[in-house]
């Protein structure tokens, strides 16, 4: 199946500081990523949709200065947390889409995640 | 507005026994696809599944298998003789078509322990 690779699993930062979260599609073409967030034995809340090339759309409640997003090609879409703070702590999850499946528009496929913890 | 409601959130069962997790699902679409992944501790979600909206016809791979009830709006999930690698949290997710998006929802997560 399709390979989605996210970098770094996991990442320390101090309050104040950014960390830029990548989301890469290995072996496909990927015109759709999500960017999801997960508390702590919660689900996965989407906080916005990137396509390649164009500005992502953000969940309503999610901060877009707060959680810059850039898609700048078919496969690398970037998830970049501004002054952090410990209450950004949580894991991080991107999936992207298949052009080229017959389920381009159905199937998506997830990264590894991040665990991001601020201090 | 589509919604998938998970109601176990945790389920406990000895190695060998069946289990099913349950899913609950509402959407105004004709056409969606349900999945069900599951999220080991290492954090990943490993894609298990994708049912269309026009196929009820169950499923069954090795020990696990899949119901689909359109009537009741409920993709069940089962897994026979569980193991403790079957320890995870099991996701279903619901992706429909309003205005073309298929963004999928997910539901709570049903934790599942199966001790030796």
């Known amino acids: 199946g399709a390979v989605v690779s996210q970098h770094p699993s996991w990442v320390i930062c101090k309050s104040g500081t950014s960390v830029k979260i990548e989301c890469r599609s290995l072996d496909f073409q990927a015109t759709t990523m999500f960017w999801y967030r997960q508390f702590p034995k919660q689900s996965l809340m989407l906080m916005a949709t990137s396509n390649e090339g164009s500005k992502a759309t953000y969940e309503q409640g999610v901060e877009k200065d707060k959680f810059l997003i850039n898609h700048a090609s078919l496969t690398l879409s970037t998830l970049t947390v501004t002054s952090a703070h410990p209450e950004d702590s949580s894991f991080y999850i991107c999936s992207a889409r298949d052009l080229n499946t017959a389920y381009r528009h159905t199937e998506a496929f997830f990264g590894q995640g991040t665990r991001l913890t601020v201090v | 507005a589509q919604k998938v409601t998970q109601a176990q959130t945790e389920i406990s069962v000895v190695e060998k026994e069946d289990v099913t997790l349950d899913c609950v699902y509402e959407?105004?679409?004709?056409?969606?696809?349900l999945f069900w992944y599951k999220q080991p501790p290492s954090g990943e979600l490993v894609f298990l599944i994708r049912r269309n909206s026009f196929d009820e016809q169950n499923e069954i791979s090795g020990r696990y298998s899949w119901n689909f009830q359109k009537s009741t709006s409920s993709f069940n999930f089962t897994i026979t003789a569980s193991q403790v690698v079957d320890s995870a949290v099991y996701f279903c997710a619901l992706s429909g078509g309003s205005g073309g998006s298929y963004i999928p929802t997910f539901g709570r997560g049903t934790s599942l322990i199966v001790h030796p």
């Open positions: 959407t105004r679409d004709t056409t969606y696809y």
